[in-house]
């Protein structure tokens, strides 16, 4: 019984509290709304960042964001623009290597 305790308590002695493994096959999504006010010129609008990542089980990381996104609106008209980028990356426990 004393062999199974200790192997009990290094496993859980091993994992770290500053640095826990990555959690996989997992999405995390993300989303920041910053509205404003124009007051000069009586309008509103919104800047927005989006992203949409997926860990998969093997060490892989497919991502897709928009950021940023802004709406805008006036009494002459409304406007947006936006820019988009496709992200893979090799993601480990404390680090990923990876484009977009």
Do not use: N
């Amino acid at each position: 019984m004393l062999g199974v305790f200790f192997v009990l308590v290094a496993s859980e002695s091993a994992v770290s509290i500053l640095a826990p493994p990555l959690v996989r096959d997992t999405t995390r999504v993300e989303v920041t709304l910053r509205p404003f006010v124009s007051v000069p010129s009586q309008g509103a609008g919104a800047i927005a960042d989006v992203t949409v990542e997926h860990y998969f089980r093997a060490p892989l990381k497919v991502g897709v964001s928009m950021l940023p996104v802004a709406v805008a609106a006036q009494r002459e008209g409304a406007t947006a623009i936006g820019y988009a980028l496709v992200q893979v990356a090799w993601a480990m426990d404390l680090f990923e290597i990876g484009g977009a």
